[in-house]
């Protein structure tokens, strides 16, 4: 399916989740997560859900990396130029949601993206191949380009890969892993 069809198809699928599914699924996806090979490094980042868009809770990973004592970075977003500066998460760092209902730190320690060593990836869906599909504006590409080559990529969803995205391009940067409430996808 084109990325558009697969857009469309993902957001149905996720917008008629009830919020007690939303819970489970997001804790076995943070359960899930404990059982990649991961634990040794630092810097991870981590998105702040989208409520209103029935986004995973990535509230049980924060408390998996806080009790694992990790370096947790959340992103805040440039949307005239499509980009996104990274803050270390502290007990000090204030959090506010901006006009899209995206919870962002209003400023802190800000951390380069070649200091990343794990980025969690917002998706709507991802195929066999390690390919994703967010909400098409680039920001997560974009951001991966600029972290260093060896930065692991894990993409979390609710649903499971479809076969194939067949409009795929270049600027297109694929997951390492995806880990969904019942499997974990290895690529590459």
Not at 11 to 37: F, G, P, T, W
Not at 81 to 92: E, I, P, V
Not at 125 to 132: I, L, S
Request: with cysteine.
């Amino acid at each position: 399916m084109l990325k558009k069809d697969l857009r469309i198809a993902f957001k149905k699928k996720r917008e008629a989740l009830s919020l007690a599914e939303i819970d489970e699924k997001s804790l076995a996806i943070a359960n899930q997560v404990l059982q990649l090979q991961l634990w040794e490094y630092s810097f991870f980042h981590l998105f702040l859900s989208i409520e209103r868009l029935k986004e995973i809770n990535t509230e049980y990973l924060l408390h998996i990396l806080n009790g694992k004592d990790k370096n947790i970075v959340v992103s805040k977003s440039e949307f005239e130029a499509l980009t996104m500066k990274h803050f270390l998460l502290t007990d000090a760092t204030p959090l506010k949601l901006n006009k899209w209902g995206i919870p962002e730190p209003v400023n802190g320690i800000e951390i380069p993206a070649t200091q990343l060593d794990v980025v969690f990836i917002p998706l709507l869906a991802f195929d066999e191949k390690g390919n994703r599909i967010g909400y098409g504006k680039g920001f997560y590409d974009r951001f991966l380009n600029e972290c260093r080559e060896d930065v692991i990529k894990v993409g979390l969803s609710f649903f499971e890969a479809t076969t194939t995205i067949e409009d795929t391009n270049a600027n297109d940067i694929p997951l390492d892993f995806c880990v969904t409430p019942e499997k974990i996808y290895r690529f590459n």
